[in-house]
């Protein structure tokens, strides 16, 4: 599996107005937008870091996998998001090393990418989305 980069670092918020003032007024940077995305009852923005973003994500429903987030462990960072060259090929090399998975085939995520997360079983209690950028 070739990792080319940090992709970007999401971090779970109970409302992106409140949680983007840490961003903008604080650190300076600046938001790109928002995006919901349906299938994951997700609205995320996006904040541009160099080479890689920082992700906030709010549920747009009670039993999303944030709110859920959110109700266990509160606001904070929720995942770490690796590019990679190819999804399907990392998926593959990682369901022969016996990796446990949270999605086995990539799904549509947030600014035209393709994902899938690991299970943090399997990554020492993280996270980890991989994705896959056309760009």
Request: glycine share 10%.
């Amino acid at each position: 599996m070739k990792i080319l980069s940090i992709d970007h670092l999401g971090i779970a918020v109970g409302s992106i107005a409140e949680g983007a003032h840490v961003w903008t007024d604080l650190l300076g940077l600046t938001s790109a937008g928002t995006e919901t995305v349906a299938e994951q009852k997700v609205t995320t923005a996006f904040f541009p870091v160099g080479e890689s973003e920082v992700e906030l994500l709010e549920s747009t429903a009670p039993d999303g996998p944030i709110a859920k987030y959110l109700e266990k462990r509160g606001e904070g960072i929720h995942h770490v998001a690796f590019r990679v060259a190819d999804l399907n090929a990392a998926l593959e090399e990682l369901k022969a090393m016996g990796v446990r998975l949270i999605d086995e085939r990539p799904r549509k995520g947030a600014g035209g990418t393709r994902i899938a997360f690991l299970h943090p079983q399997a990554t020492r209690g993280v996270l980890v989305e991989l994705c896959e950028r056309d760009d």
